[in-house]
């Protein structure tokens, strides 16, 4: 990892690629097929991350006019769909959207919603696509926009964007994302890759966030450096 507060860049991997999380989920897909009760992985399951945000969200009620039972929520590369699914066990009365660029993805998400009779929308869309017909249908329309585990695989692609593929792929997401979280909504990242610092630089780089919460972890001391495994911070669309 290096860092400043123009560039901070992971090594590229195949988890940053469309075909890796393809053949994921045609994976999980088959496994579901076999098994209904087996809805595939969860990620951050170790560190309660789903529960956490889920608690976040119930517990800062009506501080914000954005964040009460009946707003509209899109989780970001929602994969198997289960953060949505969970929010509306829990007596979510808003919309619920998933977005994935893999259309793998959207078809498992579908089909465990279908079993199990559970009213969450999915959807195919590539969320660093300013042409995205997703994106452009849905300008400002998210009262609350979720991503658990998506920015930090889009930090290992070595996509380029821009004109002149000036951009990376974590320059790209603040700009696109932004056009789906109406003023005054939240952007709630979570992510183990970035540390607080770095998420922060990221989001706020181009002026249209500002820092309004952070969930918190338990934290662990290491040499004498304290932190925690993954970190969420609800970010306030200006
Ligand atoms: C680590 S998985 C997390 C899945 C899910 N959010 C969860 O917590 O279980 C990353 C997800 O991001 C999706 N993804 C990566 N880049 C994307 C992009 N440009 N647009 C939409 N989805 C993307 C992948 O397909 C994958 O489902």
Redo the contacts with the bound molecule.
Sequence with gaps: MSGDETTIKLNPSK??T?KY??D??EVEHSNFEENQDDT?????SDAD??DKIIEFLFSNFNQIESLNPEAKIC??????G??LFTILEEGWKGELVG????EA?IKFAKDIADANDLDVMFEQ?????FKDEFLVKNTEEFDLV?????L???GL?DSKYGDNGELS?VDMYPQTVKNLVKKGGLLIV?SCNFTEEELSILILKYGDFKVWKKIDYPVFEFGGVKGSAICSIAFMRL
Excluded: P, Q
């Design positions: 988890l940053g469309k999380w393809d994921f989920y595939g992985e969860c990620w951050f991350a789903e989780d970001l590369g929602t994969g198997n289960h953060l977005v994935d660029y893999s993805s869309s590539d969320i660093l696509d979720l991503d658990k585990g998506t930090d695989a889009i692609s792929a979570t």
